[in-house]
Each structure stands twice: as structure tokens, then as C-alpha cells.
């Protein structure tokens, strides 16, 4: 009986089939809002399940100068790290299905193999769109990684675990982001940097270079590249909820806490125009970090002075 609960666990609820279909109806949410901002009528609630149904069917062309292994695993690879880190964090405002000491450092590296592996896949060809792309790619994930890392730790430091569960019941309803507001801006924003949303979407800039990294993709390996980032949206917004906004106790509270971290997203993505690679890099990686470390300085010291 606990191997077919795991299964179901595993491939259905909470994780595999459901939290697919959860990030697509995130990714149309997504969409709808910014097109709602932008004064259009925007897709209509089926378009992103379409727009993967119609990619599986295509053709997959593999180039001939680049490793076919490589191009044809990559999006699977991709995809199996968002899913696998959907386990360890409260999805639908259920408990983790799967939890132990150190869970949060794994599901955080779990979420950054999608940059990863779209860095290598645009590299595993001579296309220069994707070779710009790819260069991009792994170049902003060092600008938004570190403060982004830094700012999902500030809640585990106050709650002396690594343990994504104990770090919300250690928090015990309190909205950290009053407690840590810079922790909590850092962490939104770098959450669109790992998303390559506006105004961080160099990478895959469509006037410039097409599709970035995954100009050369088509068919299968497409849409699980595409399926990884809307598993990654709905991670990224439930673990930001469930650190600074109280947790995300019920399926209720969990679908308003993160649509209310979705529209701030949208916000951010329709006032700020696209930001060049240097000054991701710049900008961000120096300030984001250095604004949470100082903030980490201030807790620690609060800590100090109330014991």
C-alpha cells in the first residue's frame, strides 16, 4: 500500500500530473493579467494547454552538429527537476509529500537546473542565436542565483533549519516579508530573473535573438522546456508565499497568496522595460546581495540584543 501511495503521490497528487496542470493554468493567469494591463482581451483558458498538446504532436528536429543525446535529454532532465522539487514544498497548501533536514538547499538547485540545461542546450549547437542566448542564460544566473539564494535563507536563519516544513510552522502564521521586507523584494525579483521575465528576459529577447537558447528547439523537447518554467512559476510563487506571507495553510489561501505574488509579477513585468545583460549583471547581482546580507547583520544582531 505505501508503494502505491507513493506512486500516486509521485505522478498525480500532489505532485507530476496536477502540479503540470497547475502551472499551465498559472502561466494563462499570467497572460491574461498582462494582456488585461495592456488593454487586450488576451487567451482564452484552454490556450496554454493547447499550445503544449499542439508542440508534443509536431516534429522534434535534432541539428546535425550537435550531440542528439544531449539535445534530446536535456528537456527531460529540465523538467524532472521542477517536478521532483514540487515535492518538498507545500503545494496546494498541503504538507510537503516528501521532507527532511536540508530539503529547502535541495529544492532551491532542483529549480535551478531549468537555467542549466537551457544554457546547455543552446550551447549544443553552432546556431548564434542560441549560442548568444545560452551565453545569456548562464550569464544572468549568476546576477539573480546569489540574492535570490540569500533571500529564501533569511526565513531558515531566523528558524535555525534547513527544513522547508519547520521553517513554516517555525514562522507560526507571522507575515515575515514586515520582518524581512527587503528579503521578501529580493526574493520576487530574483524570482523573475529565474523565470526570464521582463524586464529580465535578455536571454531570450525576441527581437534580437529569436528564441535565445531555444531557437534551434521544436515539438517535444520545446514543450518540456516550456512545462519545466510553469512547474518553476508555481514553486517559486508558493515557496515566496509560504516563507514571507504566513504559509499557505488550504488549498483557499494558497490560490490567493500566490495569484496576489502573480499580479505584483505582472506589475513588475508591464512598469520595467527590458534590462540589458550588463546591467542585470551590474545592477542586481552587487545590490540584491549586498542589501540582504546587510539585512541578514541587522537579524542576527536583533537576535543578539533580545537574548
Same mark, same amino acid.
Given at each position: ?84 522539487? +514540487?515535492?518538498?514544498?507545500? *503545494? !496546494? =497548501?498541503?504538507?510537503?509529500? #516528501? /521532507?527532511?533536514? &536540508?530539503?529547502?538547499?535541495?529544492? $532551491? ?95 531570450? +529577447?525576441?527581437?534580437?535573438? *529569436? !528564441? =535565445?537558447?531555444?531557437?534551434? #528547439? /521544436?515539438?517535444? &523537447?520545446?514543450?518540456?522546456?516550456? $512545462? ?80
Amino acid at each position: 500500500m505505501d508503494t502505491i501511495r507513493d506512486l500516486v503521490t509521485l505522478f498525480f497528487f500532489p505532485g507530476g500530473l496536477f502540479v503540470l496542470a497547475l502551472g499551465m493554468s498559472y502561466e494563462w493567469v499570467d497572460r491574461k493579467l498582462m494582456a488585461r494591463v495592456q488593454n487586450r482581451v488576451g487567451p482564452r483558458w484552454f490556450q496554454p494547454f493547447a499550445d503544449i498538446a499542439k508542440l508534443l504532436t509536431k516534429e522534434e528536429v535534432i541539428p546535425l552538429d550537435g550531440n542528439g543525446l544531449l539535445f534530446l535529454g536535456l528537456p527531460i532532465v529540465a523538467l524532472a527537476g521542477a517536478l521532483t522539487s +514540487a515535492l518538498y514544498v507545500p *503545494v !496546494a =497548501g498541503w504538507h510537503p509529500a #516528501y /521532507s527532511f533536514q &536540508g530539503d529547502l538547499i535541495v529544492a $532551491l538547485y532542483l529549480l535551478s537546473l531549468l537555467t542549466l540545461c537551457t544554457g546547455l542546450a543552446g550551447a549544443n549547437t553552432s546556431d548564434h542565436f542560441s549560442l548568444v542566448g545560452a551565453t545569456r542564460t548562464l550569464t544572468q544566473l549568476f546576477s539573480y542565483e546569489a540574492p535570490f539564494l540569500l533571500a529564501m535563507l533569511g526565513p531558515a536563519v531566523m528558524a535555525h533549519t534547513w527544513q522547508i516544513n519547520e521553517i513554516i510552522a517555525d514562522a507560526d502564521g507571522r507575515w515575515m516579508l514586515f520582518l524581512q521586507p527587503i528579503g521578501f523584494i529580493v526574493a520576487l525579483i530574483g524570482l523573475l530573473g529565474k523565470l526570464e521575465m521582463s524586464p529580465f528576459n535578455a536571454p531570450e +529577447a525576441e527581437t534580437e535573438i *529569436v !528564441a =535565445g537558447a531555444l531557437t534551434e #528547439y /521544436s515539438g517535444r &523537447g520545446l514543450a518540456l522546456f516550456r $512545462l519545466g518554467r510553469h512547474v518553476e512559476l508555481v514553486i517559486g510563487l508558493t515557496m515566496v508565499a509560504a516563507f514571507y506571507m504566513g504559509g499557505v495553510n488550504g488549498l483557499p489561501m494558497f490560490v490567493l497568496k500566490t495569484l496576489i505574488l502573480l499580479l505584483g509579477l505582472v506589475g513588475i513585468q508591464s512598469l520595467v522595460a527590458r534590462l540589458r545583460i550588463d546591467q542585470t549583471v551590474g545592477l542586481w547581482w552587487r545590490w540584491g546581495s549586498l542589501l540582504v546580507l546587510a539585512q541578514w547583520l541587522v537579524l542576527v544582531v536583533w537576535e543578539g540584543v533580545q537574548a
